[in-house]
């Protein structure tokens, strides 16, 4: 169990630029997740997927937020057009296929916007 | 729409004392899960309540479901420095979305 990895570990950008984050989760997890987390916070829901298939988007994903798991392995997920208001830290996470399995999170990506 | 609130915000104890974190949901909850997040670090599993009323231990932490399976707590028996850190519920709706409430922060003075 190598655990769940995301890159970068940091990002710098300036605002407007897209960026573009990695995960790549427990090799036998079929659930991966993905969340953002402002300092104070808990880690707030964003979207999640059933090996390839994206079930569920939280409302507050506007449309300069896409992710993909395009064969239900790692997963990226891409912002567009960046605002200082997306200035967080953005978690992974992966489990087995049912909500009463405990999630195993990566470190994150810590993203700035100058 | 589905909200899970946790109190307190920050607990700071002296080494030895008790700590309870509670978590409320407006709206019943499938199950419910617990994690402990280090400073710096990521949020880490500690576990699962499914059933109305279940109570589970592990070791000094007891965990507790309430009867509406709408709340619950985490409830730290004589602190350890160790226990510093984080401590958020994950509130699950419908077997399929997962709510964190906004943790509470255990600060342990030796």
């Known amino acids: 169990d190598t655990g769940v990895s995301q890159n970068p570990r940091h990002k710098i950008t300036k605002r407007g630029q897209n960026v573009t984050f990695r995960c790549d989760p427990i090799?036998?997890?079929?659930?991966l997740y993905w969340y953002r987390q402002t300092l104070g916070q808990g880690p707030e829901f964003l979207t999640y997927?059933?090996?390839?298939?994206?079930?569920?988007k939280s409302r507050l994903l506007s449309d300069r937020f896409s992710a993909e798991r395009p064969k239900g392995s790692f997963s990226t997920l891409e912002i567009q057009r960046t605002e200082q208001g997306d200035s967080a830290m953005y978690l992974c996470?992966?489990?087995?296929?049912?909500?009463?399995?405990?999630?195993?999170f990566g470190d994150g990506t810590r993203l700035s916007i100058l | 729409g589905q909200q899970v609130m946790q109190i307190p915000q920050y607990q700071h104890v002296q080494e030895g004392e008790d700590f309870t974190t509670y978590c409320n949901s407006s709206?019943?909850?499938?199950?419910i899960q617990w994690y402990k997040q280090r400073p710096g670090g990521h949020p880490v599993f500690l576990i699962q309540?499914?059933?109305?009323?279940e109570v589970k231990k592990q070791k000094r932490l007891t965990f507790q479901f309430g009867e509406a399976k709408k709340n619950s707590s985490l409830h730290i028996t004589a602190t350890q420095t160790t226990d510093v850190g984080t401590y958020f519920c994950?509130?699950?709706?419908?077997?399929?979305?997962?709510?964190f409430g906004s943790g509470t922060k255990l600060n342990v003075k030796p």
């Open positions: 996470a992966s489990s087995l296929r049912d909500t009463d399995q405990p999630q195993h």
């Open positions: 997927f059933q090996n390839e298939a994206q079930l569920e």
């Open positions: 994950a509130g699950v709706y419908n077997f399929n979305k997962f709510y």
């Open positions: 309540l499914v059933k109305s009323g």
């Open positions: 090799s036998e997890h079929n659930r």
């Open positions: 709206t019943t909850l499938s199950n």
